[in-house]
């Protein structure tokens, strides 16, 4: 073991950081997910609990007791107006009819 009485000034690197979303229904948020915006579904997912994926990044969905009611999650895209155009035009894996709800202020400057 390392000396403990000096101060350790190392910054501490985060590894991940995995946001758990509460949902009402697992079937309807993994037709949102997969279906629509091309997420994948981890092989292991159960009912009332499973990650979905895309380029590497997850979210995990929790049906019952974890997590609240409310969240918010910022997701980073190369290019949010061409992903909203694939969305509108049903491009993405699954049909599209999903009604845009990008702010104003979302769009590239």
């Known amino acids: ?3 403990t009485s000096q101060p350790d000034r190392t910054r ?3 590894e ?3 946001p758990i979303l509460r949902v009402e229904d697992m079937r309807t ?4 997910y997969v279906d629509l915006l ?3 579904n981890a092989s292991w997912g159960s009912d009332d609990f499973t990650q979905v994926s895309r ?3 997850g979210i995990y969905l929790s049906q019952g007791d974890q997590g609240q009611g409310r969240a918010w999650v910022w997701i980073s895209v190369e290019d949010v107006e ?3 155009r694939q969305f509108k ?3 993405t894996r699954g049909r599209s009819r999903c009604k845009s709800r990008i702010p104003t202020a979302m769009s590239s400057a």
């Open 82 to 84: 061409r992903l909203h």
């Open 89 to 91: 035009a049903g491009t």
């Open 29 to 32: 948020s993994l037709r949102f």
């Open 16 to 18: 991940c950081i995995a």
């Open 12 to 14: 501490v690197r985060f």
């Open 38 to 40: 091309g997420f994948e």
């Open 55 to 57: 380029d590497g990044r």
């Open 1 to 3: 073991m390392g000396d």
